[in-house]
């Protein structure tokens, strides 16, 4: 088992900005936590945006770091540029970035990593959490959300990892956060299968916001730019959300799961907030 000591250097390391962070707010704290920079724009930063402009604190994480995503810059070159893009973005809502510090295409289900994010949840202490779905295209996508699910759970537990929780003066979180699941990649699962969503938000109004936010990612934009002779990073995605939209009868939507199962909260809290902008099939 790794040291307590361990535990407190990697954090320090991973999360840089965690003590100077200003996370309080009334209403709570919204976090988004997803594999890779720019997964979280495409998929729900128009809900963000939405539930910021409610009055939520949001602040976006990634578990891997960003180093898969260029064919010409090496991973700790790119890393670095978009560790910086996605700051940019997280600071359009107001918000941070945090990185788990994984590299792209590592991301592991282990001990280590399942810590890290429960520490991370307990110093956020988040109401809300949205991540990637459990059915996707990749690896990277579908274990960050095991490991996010896991430590919405177990951060709730004094005993979990109790030495490092201790050592970093940490309570457990104040409860299990309503979990929501982000739409897969092209809403399939790898056997190419649909992805039902349970829940659409309508995200008309938030569809500036999230186009700033995506645009952020040059890096990204810029190579499929390259390679397809058009802005396509922008406009896969908002085709993405108006086919979305029109499946319900919105012009642009984001869809979504709710985690359901034993211990975390049933009730659909983005219903609650945001009102006739969330349709629901069960
Ligand atoms: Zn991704």
Redesign the pocket.
């Known amino acids: 088992m790794p040291s307590t000591g361990f535990h407190q250097a990697r954090l320090r390391v991973i999360i840089p900005h965690l003590e100077e962070e200003k996370t309080m707010t009334d209403k709570g704290i919204v976090l988004a936590v997803?594999?890779?920079p720019?997964?979280i724009e495409?998929c729900c930063a128009g809900t963000l945006a939405l539930l910021h402009g409610e009055g939520y604190a949001v602040h976006l994480a990634t578990i891997?770091n960003g180093s898969g995503g260029s064919m010409t810059m090496g991973p700790e070159e790119i890393a670095r540029v978009r560790a910086g893009e996605a700051e940019r973005a997280a600071s359009i809502l107001d918000g941070t970035y945090y990185c788990l510090g994984r590299n792209?295409l590592e991301i592991t289900f282990d001990l280590p990593t399942r810590r890290d994010m429960a520490m991370f949840l307990r110093r956020l202490d988040p109401l809300i959490i949205f991540t990637?779905s459990p059915e996707d295209y990749?690896p990277?996508?579908e274990i960050t959300s095991a490991i996010v699910h896991d430590a919405a759970f177990n951060a709730t537990c004094p005993n979990y990892d109790a030495a490092a929780r201790e050592l970093a003066g940490l309570k457990q979180t104040s409860r299990v956060p309503y979990l929501y699941y982000m739409d897969a990649?092209e809403g399939l699962d790898k056997f190419g299968r649909k992805v039902r969503p349970s829940i659409y938000v309508d995200v008309e109004e938030g569809m500036d916001t999230k186009t700033r936010m995506l645009a952020c990612h040059d890096s990204q934009r810029q190579w499929l730019r390259e390679q397809h002779g058009m802005d396509h990073y922008i406009e896969t995605m908002k085709s993405w959300t108006r086919s979305r939209g029109s499946e319900v009868g919105f012009s642009s939507a984001e869809a979504f799961r709710q985690h359901l199962g034993h211990a975390f909260p049933k009730e659909n809290i983005l219903e609650k907030i945001l009102g006739k902008k969330v349709i629901c099939h069960s």
């Open positions: 997803a594999a890779h720019d997964d495409f891997g792209d990637s990749m990277d996508h990649m």
